[in-house]
């Protein structure tokens, strides 16, 4: 069993940046994919940024070019840079990693607790 535990969240005014961390409590280094999502009450789980085993990385249209994803040396560790924040990136962001398949969010088997991100104009 894996835990995820991500920090780094906090509230920012619009044009501020966050750096998110995720730390993985066992060996996660070999999984396919691991990535953010984020979440809005009542909704489901949207797809922020991932990262695969072949260090492909897919980002949601919303955050190309200020959203960076990345990974420790050991890649147990897993960062999202958040640049240029707006408003609309208020969210509870969340920490995933699937063993194999696919990098949906319907394909991870493990999910960190959440940090939230708040963005005021």
């Known amino acids: 069993q894996v835990q995820l535990l991500e920090s780094g969240g906090g509230s920012v005014q619009a044009g501020g940046s966050l750096r998110l961390s995720c730390a993985a409590s066992?060996?996660?280094?070999?999984?396919?994919?691991v990535g953010w999502f984020r979440q809005a009450a009542g909704k489901e789980h949207e797809e922020v940024a991932t990262?695969?085993?072949?260090?492909?990385?897919r980002y949601a249209e919303s955050v190309k070019g200020r959203f960076t994803i990345s990974q420790g040396n050991t890649k147990n560790t897993i960062f999202l840079q958040m640049n240029s924040l707006e408003p609309e990136d208020s969210d509870m962001y969340y920490c995933?990693?699937?063993?194999?398949?696919?990098?949906?969010?319907?394909?991870?088997?493990?999910w960190g607790n959440g940090t939230l991100v708040t963005v005021s104009s």
């Open positions: 066992g060996d996660i280094s070999n999984y396919y994919c």
């Open positions: 995933a990693a699937a063993y194999s398949g696919s990098c949906s969010p319907s394909g991870m088997d493990y």
């Open positions: 990262v695969d085993s072949d260090g492909n990385t």
